[in-house]
């Protein structure tokens, strides 16, 4: 049974690039079935290249991973992987009902017009089924990638900066649609930069640094070990180290 297995395991995890950039060094991580983990840290401290490693968008230098129990780069584990990346790289020739049709498609879905006509319901997005994706505002792109992320019914949701640059209502119109598939059983992995927004929807954060792991606990116990009163402040005193 796959919920007998961390949902996402990361052991020894070290990534060099070719121009010996240390991304990662030697990263251990865990995240249970089920959970919401928050993964926070400044730009450059290795977060992208930790979802690019679990995703098989990047080759690791050292270390091993696996989802659900099965190595991250067996077909299983990446049936079992939902991405939706901060960068929006949506089809541009492609409307909406066809970018969630060709997902469905690649994970071999069977009946995939009913789960796109679902999704397209549920993201508000039944009045833009047939426009393409440079016509859709902002907001409607944001909503069109996690969407699509979500079409092959994944148990495991990574989600890179989800409501960057979105205004105050999209951004809690998307976290409604996020705690609901939470509560749904699906595990999420959330990016962030809005501290706010990882105290509010975590159960658990982990703080990261030049490629390791500084801390992990929920928000309470990570203000606790700071000795502060705010999670900003402990980010800012874990960041300091």
């Keep these: ?91 541009r020739f492609l409307t909406v009902r066809e970018t969630l049709l060709y997902h469905g498609g690649y994970w071999g879905m069977r009946e995939p017009e009913n789960r796109a006509h679902e999704l397209i319901d549920a993201f508000g997005l039944t009045h833009k089924r047939d426009t393409r994706a440079p016509r859709l505002s902002g907001g409607q792109r944001r909503r069109l990638l996690l969407a699509r992320a979500l079409m092959h019914r994944p148990r495991l949701v990574i989600l890179d900066e989800p409501t960057a640059g979105v205004d105050f209502e999209l951004r809690q119109e998307l976290w409604r649609y996020i705690r609901q598939l939470h509560a749904e059983g699906t595990t999420i992995l959330l990016t962030t930069h809005y501290l706010e927004e990882a105290e509010q929807l975590c159960d658990e954060i982990a703080l990261i640094r030049d490629g390791h792991l500084i801390a992990r606990d929920n928000s309470e116990g990570l203000r606790e070990h700071f000795g502060v009163g705010r999670l900003q402040d402990a980010y800012v005193k874990a960041m300091a180290l």
């Design 1 to 91: 049974m796959y919920r007998d297995h961390p949902a996402l395991a990361l052991r020894g995890l070290t990534k060099r690039y070719a121009d010996g950039t240390l991304a990662l060094e030697e990263f251990d991580l865990e995240i249970p079935a089920g959970a919401f983990f928050g993964l926070l840290g400044p730009n450059g401290a290795g977060k992208t290249t930790l979802i690019s490693a679990v995703c098989n968008l990047l080759r690791i230098t050292e270390g091993e991973i696996s989802v659900f129990g099965e190595p991250h780069d067996s077909l299983q584990a990446r049936s079992w992987i939902g991405l939706a990346e901060q960068d929006i790289n949506l089809d």
